[in-house]
């Protein structure tokens, strides 16, 4: 059977980071984050949907014990000029008063996002919180949020795969890739 890179090649320009290259990057950081939290508990929360495949490898990296939270949120207005402001779709089941948070991420562009919900979530008086992300996109930071484990930092590129997705496609190549400009223009006259 042909892999994912043969059967999009006509819509893929460029591998970024390949199935190995996030297999190795993703059990260091559940190796790191096992080590910080050794001796203590965590509650994993994670942002709908981008981040899905990313947690789902991660946590099986972390050798405390951890429960898994999921949120979904929905920016206010325009989508690319976002305040950051966000709508809570969907909230955590359970309360975070008094526990040790890890916010679990896709990626980081400007930080509006990320910045509003590390306040939302901080409000909830959590012992500690920090942030994981996959990637970062340095260049394109507008608010300055403190991340604790990046995975990698990238170029001002948009990218697809493991779980990121460009007009609900991709989510399920298992590597990260930069699509043909093509692919954008025709999807943006079709829809
Ligand atoms: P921020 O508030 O940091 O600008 O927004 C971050 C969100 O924008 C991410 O959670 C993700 O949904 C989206 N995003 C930013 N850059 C990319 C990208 O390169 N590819 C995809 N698929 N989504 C991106």
């Known amino acids: 059977m042909p892999g994912f890179a043969e059967l999009l090649k006509d819509e893929i320009q460029e591998?970024?980071?390949s199935e190995d290259q996030i297999a190795r990057r993703v059990r260091e950081l559940g190796?790191?984050?096992?080590?910080?939290y050794q001796g203590k508990e965590v509650v994993v929360v994670s942002v709908l949907k981008g981040a899905v495949m990313f947690v789902a490898d991660l946590v099986r990296h972390l050798t405390v014990p951890c429960s898994l939270e999921f949120?979904?949120?929905s920016s206010y207005g325009a989508s690319t000029d976002?305040?950051?402001?966000?709508?809570?779709?969907?909230?955590l089941d359970e309360s975070i008063e008094g526990r040790h948070v890890l916010v679990v991420e896709d990626i980081i562009d400007t930080g509006l996002t990320l910045n509003y919900l590390r306040e939302l979530l901080l409000n909830r008086k959590p012992a500690s919180l920090r942030i994981c992300t996959l990637l970062n996109k340095p260049e394109r930071r507008a608010v300055d949020v403190p991340v604790d484990y990046v995975g990698f930092d990238i170029p001002n590129e948009f990218v697809v795969g493991?779980?990121?997705d460009y007009a609900?496609?991709?989510?399920?190549?298992?590597?990260?890739?930069?699509?043909?400009?093509?692919?954008?223009?025709?999807?943006?006259?079709?829809?």
């Open 82 to 91: 976002s305040s950051g402001v966000v709508r809570i779709i969907k909230d």
């Open 162 to 164: 493991y779980g990121l």
């Open 31 to 36: 190796e790191e984050i096992s080590r910080d």
């Open 168 to 191: 609900e496609r991709y989510r399920n190549v298992p590597f990260i890739a930069v699509l043909r400009p093509e692919v954008y223009n025709k999807r943006g006259e079709g829809a």
């Open 15 to 17: 591998i970024v980071l």
């Open 71 to 73: 949120m979904a949120v």
